[in-house]
Each structure stands twice: as structure tokens, then as C-alpha cells.
RNA sequence: GGAGAGAUGGCCGAGUGGUCGAAGGCGCUCCCCUGCUAAGGGAGUAUAGGCUCAAAAAGCUUAUCGAGGGUUCGAAUCCCUCUCUCUCCGCCA
């Protein structure tokens, strides 16, 4: 959520602002409800202020065994007036915030301009591709011939856009898994979390999630849901990343200076119902309902947000260097952000069989965006509560990761390699081959 | 799932219709006193808004005692709904 007091003061700025990144601010229907609502709600506390004193002076006059009947006829009147201004005024109120809770977060400056992803700039290029000698196969081939990868058994169980992995497989993401969070517990400093998958609705307005986004999200219902044509929101959604729980550990909290800066890691699944992508990547596991993924969360002082999102982004980079997987980082332009981030770096991995780079990671700064929507502040260096910056970032998406992996690695005969970093998390095996690796 | 208790400021805790944004204590800040890291005295110490103002300062004002609604001229206090916490019973990985 913006600043409403940058709205009113530097509207033009906003709206040009806002406007590379492909958002129309409502500037007219705003600066109209911003005009009504100053006048009903100084007309609104007026009115308070009298019955306030009208009320104060009937509370003394009792005290003394005054008979009170004036000034109660005087305040008689108030109660009807009273009450429509404060309907009134609510109901501006939420208009404004209607409008101000699915406003995206403004550009950083260095943030590239640009309507999509081709005008997104690569920063750095890390790694070489590897030279294949024999017919490469994608990933989907390459786990599916080692049978340790099923998609039609687990539409069976579920449908489209879910997977099933056996063995060695469903052991390598474990491992992927394992190792990132072993990683950047002991070697970058973030606390592990373990957290909720269910979580409500404030928290994904926190993030930013709600209400724009509802329907990229999976909801639940508890015990028997809502009865035949009763309207009922979703007790919980499914998370969708696990930077919603983790970001909103400190929503409605003010974080003691000294705490500062807070890194948190979790590994969990993350849900998404994909509304609106139908058709893209529908082979294999880049896009699906359910995957895994590694998430950090750096809470922070605002000084300090854009040299932890470099922190971030290289944390982030580490783990595929470790596997020795050839990527490249993008700064995304102001059309390709999402809708929390003034800055955002995608991180890409080498995908051989695609010939291409692959999104493994996403890593923003939100500064206070998110902070002003869940209310996170810390106390400042003059003793009073300010907004905290927020940032979060893949480190990495396990089942991408996994991916990469078998692409990389994959030898002539159809068997895959276990990177090196990786091996003290497979019980020292090698390779994927056709044994399974069990 | 059943029965009961509770939710007040940074913390503890009083307050059951009227000068209550809230006693008292702790903590913290400043000042005074005190010949030494003690004790004492005094003052201050919530947050988010709005309006006036070029702005700052300042002033005026509104809201907030778990959340939302209601009763009332007036609600921390009474009523209703919800959320959460605790205790006991049941069930359960």
C-alpha cells in the first residue's frame, strides 16, 4: 500500500510512476472522494466535539444535582446528524482504501523501463553451459526414463499441474531441499522457521496477495464449508509462497532496533491455482499447483533495504553456484514486477533442452508496501515507530531447481549425475541411474 | 466436541455508566540533591488521523482499553456476535 500522504501531495509524481508500470491510478475518482472526504469528516468531528461537550457538561452538572434537561435538549438533536455523517464518512473511508489496497508499489529509480520481460536487463551471467555430445533430453524424458517420474499417475490422484516423484527422484529433491537450507542457516545467517500452510485472510492482505490476486490462490474451507447459497469467505488459503507466513510474523509488532536485521528461511510447499496461465508450460514440473520452494525474508531497517536485497540476491546465487549451475541475473523492468516490489532480480537457470534461461528466483525489495499493510514498525533511533522494509526471495524454487538438475547433469546413457554438493545428502550415491538410485 | 475463566498503555495491574487516554507500580528520559555503578525528590513518558499553516513550530480536534455491532446525551464499564488465550473433561498424530 502507498503512503495516502504521498498520494495527496505529489499525485502527479505517483501517477506517472505508477504509469510505467502499467497501472492506470484512478487519479480523478480519487482526488474526488479525497475532496468529499475532507469535508465530511471535518463536519463529522465537529459534530463529536460538540457531543463530546455537551455530554461532559451534563456528566459535571449530575455530579452536582443540577437538574440536566437543557443540556439535554441541546444535544438532541445531534444523534441523527451525528450518525449519517459518521455512516457517510465510513463509507468514503472505504472507498479510498478500496482503491489505495490494489495500487501497486512504485519503481525504485534504477528499476529499467519497459512494458515486459524483454526489457529486462541482464546484470550478471554466472557459469558455463555445458557441451553435450549426445541428443539431450528434457527433463520430463530424463526423469520419466528413469521411472522415478510420473505425471499420469498423479493426474490419477489429483489432475493437471501436479506431479509424483519416486526413489532416487523424490530423494534428490529432499536432498536440493536439505541442502538449501543448510546453507543458508549455517552460512548466511537466517533463523529456519517451520510455519503455517493454512493462513488467513489478513495475512495475505499483508503481503499483498489480497484482494487483488484471490484468484491465484487456493481456498479452504473448514469441516463441512459454507451451506447450500450461503455466502461465506474461505476460513484459509492456501499459501502461496511462504514469504506470506513468514513476512507476517511481524504484522501489528514493533521490532526493538537491536532486533534488526531479522532473516528468516523456511522451506514449505506453495500453492497456486495458475488462473490465467492455461497452456504455458503444461509439460513437465516449471509450472504446477503444488511445489516447494526455500524462501527468505529479510526484515529490515529502511536504510538498509537495498544493500540487503544485493545480500539477498547473492545468498540466492550462492546455491546454484555450489551446484554448479550456469545462471544469469536479471533486474526486471517496471512492467515485469509484481505488485509489492520497487525492485525486483530474477534470477535465471540454464535449462539445456529448452536452450534457454529459466526463472529459479525472484528476489524483491517492497520497502515499507507491505510493512504499511500489515502495520510493521520498529522503533527508530528518536524512539518513536516507524515502517520497516520488507524483502523476500527464492533461495531457491526446489522443484525448478530439480529440474535444472536433470537437465544439467544428465548423461548419454539416461542416467543423471549427483552434483557434488549434493552427494553428502544422497547417502554418497553418484548417480541417478536405471537401479533408480533407491 | 463439552464446561468454565479471561483479554486494559513498553510491562505489571486498578477501574462495573459521567471532567478516564485511563489510578498505582515497574521500566525509560530529563532535572535537582547526594564527595564516589547506592538511596532520595521533581517533571515527563501511547498510537493513528483530521483541520488551521507556504512550511516548521504550535494550536484546535477526532478515534483507539482483543475485533465488530448495539443501548445511552455519555461506554474500558451494560447487551449481542466473533477472535484469541488459559484451566478442566473428551478425542487425537
Redesign the pocket.
Known amino acids: 500500500m502507498l503512503?495516502?500522504?504521498q498520494l495527496?501531495s505529489d499525485l502527479d509524481h505517483v501517477t506517472r510512476e505508477l504509469a510505467k508500470r502499467g497501472f492506470a491510478f484512478p487519479a480523478d475518482a480519487f482526488n474526488a472522494l479525497e475532496a468529499e472526504?475532507?469535508i465530511v469528516?471535518?463536519q463529522?468531528?465537529?459534530l463529536?466535539?460538540q457531543?463530546?461537550?455537551?455530554?461532559?457538561k451534563?456528566?459535571?452538572a449530575?455530579?452536582k444535582g443540577e437538574d440536566?434537561t437543557a443540556?439535554?435538549a441541546e444535544?438532541?438533536h445531534?444523534?441523527d446528524a451525528?450518525?449519517a455523517a459518521e455512516d457517510h464518512l465510513?463509507q468514503i473511508q472505504q472507498q479510498l482504501q478500496k482503491i489505495l489496497l490494489e495500487v501497486p508499489n512504485l519503481p525504485h529509480t534504477t528499476v529499467p523501463e519497459g512494458k515486459d520481460e524483454i526489457h529486462n536487463v541482464q546484470i550478471r551471467r554466472w557459469g558455463e553451459s555445458r557441451t553435450f555430445d549426445f541428443a539431450i533430453q528434457d527433463h520430463v524424458s530424463v526423469g520419466e526414463g528413469l521411472a522415478l517420474l510420473d505425471f499420469e499417475t498423479a493426474a490419477k490422484l489429483s489432475g493437471a499441474r501436479f506431479s509424483l516423484m519416486k526413489g532416487g527422484l523424490a530423494r534428490l529433491h529432499r536432498a536440493l531441499a536439505q541442502f538449501m537450507l543448510d546453507t543458508h542457516t549455517q552460512e548466511h545467517g537466517y533463523v529456519e522457521t517451520y510455519v503455517p500452510y493454512l493462513v488467513n485472510r489478513d495475512s495475505l492482505r499483508g503481503t499483498g496477495q489480497l484482494p487483488k490476486f484471490e484468484a491465484d490462490l487456493f481456498s479452504v474451507h473448514a469441516?463441512s464449508g459454507p451451506t447450500e447459497g450461503q455466502e461465506k469467505l474461505p476460513d484459509y488459503h492456501l499459501i502461496p509462497t511462504a514469504e506470506v507466513p513468514i513476512t507476517n510474523m511481524v504484522r501489528d509488532t514493533?521490532v526493538p532496533l537491536e532486533a534488526l536485521p531479522l532473516k528468516f528461511v523456511s522451506h514449505t510447499p506453495c500453492f497456486r491455482s495458475e488462473a490465467g496461465s492455461y497452456g504455458r508450460d503444461t509439460r513437465g514440473l516449471i509450472r504446477q499447483h503444488q511445489f516447494d520452494k526455500v524462501e527468505l525474508v529479510h526484515i529490515v531497517h529502511p536504510d538498509q533495504s537495498y544493500e540487503a536485497l544485493e545480500q539477498l540476491v547473492g545468498h540466492a546465487e550462492k546455491i546454484l553456484q555450489k551446484l554448479e549451475l550456469p545462471y544469469r541475473v536479471m533486474a526486471l523492468c517496471t512492467g515485469d514486477m509484481g505488485f509489492s516490489a520497487t525492485k525486483t532480480y530474477d534470477i535465471e537457470v540454464w535449462l539445456p533442452a529448452q536452450n534457454t534461461y529459466r526463472e529459479i528466483s525472484s528476489c524483491s525489495n517492497c520497502e515499507a508496501f507491505q510493512a504499511r499493510r500489515m502495520?510493521a514498525?520498529f522503533r527508530g533511533e528518536n524512539?518513536?515507530?516507524?515502517l520497516l522494509h520488507t524483502l523476500n526471495g527464492s533461495g531457491l524454487a526446489v522443484g525448478r531447481t530439480l529440474v535444472a538438475v536433470l537437465e544439467n547433469y544428465q548423461n548419454a546413457d539416461g542416467s543423471v549425475t549427483i552434483p557434488a554438493a549434493l552427494k553428502p545428502y544422497m547417502n554418497g550415491l553418484d548417480q541417478l541411474g536405471s537401479s533408480g538410485g533407491k
Open positions: 503512503d495516502i500522504q495527496r472526504r475532507k469528516q471535518t463529522t468531528q465537529e463529536q466535539a457531543r463530546n461537550s455537551a455530554s461532559k451534563i456528566g459535571q449530575k455530579s440536566v443540556i439535554m444535544v438532541a445531534l444523534g451525528l450518525k465510513e469441516g514493533i502495520q514498525r524512539g518513536k515507530p516507524a
